[in-house]
């Protein structure tokens, strides 16, 4: 099994913690690869357009943006971390976001995050901790993932772990090893079920394409849909 961690921070405070407990129960039989951002994916991107318009490879960042979609692409699962900092998900972690902009399913997804899972974790002061969660939410859900969990806190107390009262600390815990070991008992041998409302953006972006292609042929997102054979009868759910 195969796990990929994008961590929001280089810190190591809460959420560092909370993901800790959340992995210790794949240490023994998960190969965990992780990021931590923004030392990873340093750089904004800055709106070129040549991952949409020729080549992702061609993007400036692609040394650190190839090597992140790779780790994604292999991993059975995908683990999400960050802080809420006004009330969203770091800065940091809207840079890797947006450097993923083409793999967004009016573009070109990869077919293979459409079986992927996924887990969000983010902790907040007192608020902003599910709007935090939705940015990533947003992206995953966009790359054509389905089943993604959210896990997040609100500490109500203090942000260094060990003053948050022992009582709060043992509910976070329990929480989530809870989600771990649902997660830790899926046959991932088997892709996760692609939900409904996946299928309809889909199918909506599928007839846009249709539209473009027959205005530009060398449009380059229509190019990636018909060779994916997403234009007639595959699927990447199938």
Not at 82 to 108: C, E, I, N, Q
Request: charged share 25%; glycine share 6%; net charge positive.
């Amino acid at each position: 099994m195969k796990i990929t961690v994008i961590n929001g921070t280089e810190k190591h405070g809460v959420t560092y913690q909370l993901k800790e407990i959340f992995l210790e129960g794949f240490r023994d039989k998960a190969e965990i690869t992780e990021f931590y951002l923004p030392k990873d994916c340093p750089n904004f991107c800055v709106g070129c357009t040549t991952c949409f318009r020729t080549d992702d490879h061609k993007c400036k960042d692609a040394e650190y943006v190839q090597k992140i979609e790779k780790a994604l692409l292999e991993a059975d699962l995908l683990v999400f971390t960050s802080p809420a900092y006004v009330f969203h998900a770091t800065g940091a972690m809207k840079v890797m976001l947006d450097h993923f902009g083409y793999r967004w399913m009016p573009h070109r997804p990869a077919g293979e995050m459409f079986g992927k899972r996924a887990v969000i974790i983010t902790q907040c002061l007192g608020a902003g901790g599910k709007s935090t969660a939705k940015d990533i939410k947003d992206s995953l859900s966009w790359w054509g993932v389905s089943e993604i969990h959210v896990c997040t806190f609100r500490l109500m107390s203090d942000i260094i772990w060990n003053r948050i009262p022992e009582k709060k600390r043992q509910v976070m815990t329990k929480s989530l090893k809870t989600m771990a070991a649902k997660m830790r008992g899926i046959d991932y041998t088997k892709p996760a079920h692609t939900k409904l409302v996946t299928k309809m953006k889909f199918y909506a972006v599928r007839m846009m394409q249709t539209g473009l292609g027959k205005q530009n042929p060398e449009y380059t997102d229509f190019k990636y849909w018909k060779a994916k054979g997403w234009l007639d009868n595959t699927r990447p759910w199938k």
